[in-house]
């Protein structure tokens, strides 16, 4: 048997972490398994879905690196399979037209809530005969009345649910539109699913589905329902706790490896390891070590294992990344270094690729102003004429590399009889604009010989005309 698992969001909004959860681990346990992983758009809602959700989606799932073996599938090109099955099933007496009217529901139901009862439907139509043309109809599966249906969930272990609880729904709208728990149903067989691993907001259908499925005779798939995932005030995760769009995390600079690294690990673990390949992840999961009970999304957690991702990862990977960033900031980066060897020079200090590219700008592009506060602390007449010499000792290396260059500052600095900071930290702001770079010597290699000189020409008119 070959293992399937698919993720099936609606194009109703964009890829959020709850949902990117999902499509992680049902991708995970396919590729575990040697298995399939297939994506299938669920837009038969054509009011609520979009073009724009659609592309988010396929956007997020790139960007993430879950790649699927068949899909993009759309559930609005099956609306004729959906016909032919719910025909199948009202000729087999497994479905029937219901012609209760809206008021008539409503009335049922507000006696219903009267006589503390659940509200479902009574079964008013099951009975009837042959359709009657002249009115309008829903059709409603006709749900088994005795006995129960038990899911073996691979997470949350066997629940029972009895045919009494579950009333007969409808599958078909009056215009014929066939509904979610159809469609489902219809997509897991046609398409052999073998697991359905989706988030437990859906638990309530599942028995539904199991007895439509029964009732065309189908192979049931596995089912494996993953808790919630909670903001840190213990309601469910929205827009409300900040960003939960995956395109969102790119945009805040996070690498995708160590969001899917975040993600794994929202009610899944494996002893008390915290990073994880994607190697690592494919060998160790399993639904088993899925917890039973909610986790709760932890920002400050999210950003130590992108700081950790940053520093560890292959530099020509991140630098890929970061390019992107970059690109946002409209700067040429024929301007300037490799952007490899500005992530290797940055990666200790910079917990996102937008911290890295905002404080690489400077070996791309001239700033426009010196930071406040490091040029009065650090830009005095004295510094002027110490840059201006340090220009003219520079000026005299005969290669442009960072230990010879540092020699030079040491070199000065005794020769005036000053601290060395009094050399480095007037350059540091002469050529980077602020206090804040990495070692003197990588800023001055990255940055190369003649903008060094340059800023340092700058710097020193800068300080003559201001002091
Ligand atoms: N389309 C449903 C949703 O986005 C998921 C259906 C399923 O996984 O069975 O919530």
Not at 182 to 206: A, E, F, P, Q, S
Request: glycine residues 8%; hydrophobic residues 40%.
């Amino acid at each position: 048997m070959t293992i399937t698992t698919r993720f099936a969001p609606s194009p109703t909004g964009y890829l959020h972490v709850g949902g990117a959860r999902t499509a992680l681990f049902s991708w995970l346990y396919a590729r575990k398994y040697g298995g399939q992983f297939i994506l299938r758009i669920e837009d038969t809602d054509l009011e609520r879905s979009t073009q724009e959700s659609v592309n988010a989606i396929l956007e997020g799932m790139e960007w993430l690196g879950l790649d699927y073996d068949a899909g993009p599938f759309y559930q609005t090109h099956h609306f004729d399979r959906y016909k032919e099955i719910i025909q199948q099933l009202l000729d087999q007496g497994d479905a029937y037209y219901c012609y209760c009217s809206k008021d008539e529901l409503e009335q049922l139901r507000t006696e219903q809530m009267a006589n503390k009862e659940k509200p479902r439907y009574n079964g008013k139509c099951r009975h009837l005969g042959a359709r009657d043309e002249s009115k309008e109809a829903v059709i409603r599966f006709k749900n088994p009345v005795d006995g129960a249906v038990t899911i073996h969930d691979l997470v949350k272990g066997d629940i029972v649910v009895g045919n009494k609880e579950l009333d007969d729904l409808i599958i078909a709208r009056a215009d014929g539109t066939p509904t979610y728990n159809l469609t489902v149903v219809v997509d897991d067989m046609d398409m052999k699913v073998t697991h359905v691993i989706r988030g437990d907001d859906h638990i309530n259908n599942t028995p539904r589905q199991i007895n439509i499925l029964a009732a065309l005779g189908a192979q049931l798939p596995l089912y494996g329902h993953l808790p919630m995932i909670l903001g840190p005030d213990g309601a469910r995760l929205s827009k409300r706790h900040g960003a939960v769009s995956v395109m969102q995390f790119r945009d805040e600079g996070y690498l995708p490896d160590a969001l899917l690294n975040y993600l794994v690990r929202l009610g899944w673990s494996h002893g008390d390891q915290e990073i994880f390949t994607i190697a690592e992840m494919i060998q160790y999961f399993e639904l088993d070590d899925v917890n039973v009970s909610a986790s709760t999304f932890n920002m400050e957690k999210l950003l130590w294992l992108n700081h950790q991702y940053i520093m560890n990862s292959d530099p020509a990977h991140v630098a890929k990344h970061l390019s992107w960033h970059i690109g946002q900031l409209g700067i040429d980066l024929a301007a300037g270094p490799a952007l490899v060897d500005v992530v290797k020079a940055q990666r200790e200090r910079s917990k996102t690729l937008v911290e890295m590219a905002n404080a690489s700008i400077y070996f791309y592009k001239e700033f426009d102003s010196y930071d406040e506060k490091a040029a009065k602390k650090n830009f005095n007449v004295e510094a002027a004429d110490i840059l201006a010499q340090l220009r003219v000792e520079f000026g005299k290396a005969p290669v442009w590399e960072g230990e010879a260059l540092h020699q030079v500052i040491v070199d000065l600095s005794e020769s005036l009889s000053v601290g060395m900071g009094k050399v480095a930290q007037p350059l540091r702001v002469a050529i980077c604009g602020s206090a804040v770079s990495p070692a003197i010597d990588i800023t001055l290699s990255l940055l190369g010989r003649e903008k060094t000189l340059a800023r340092i020409e700058r710097a020193v008119d800068y300080i003559r005309a201001t002091n």
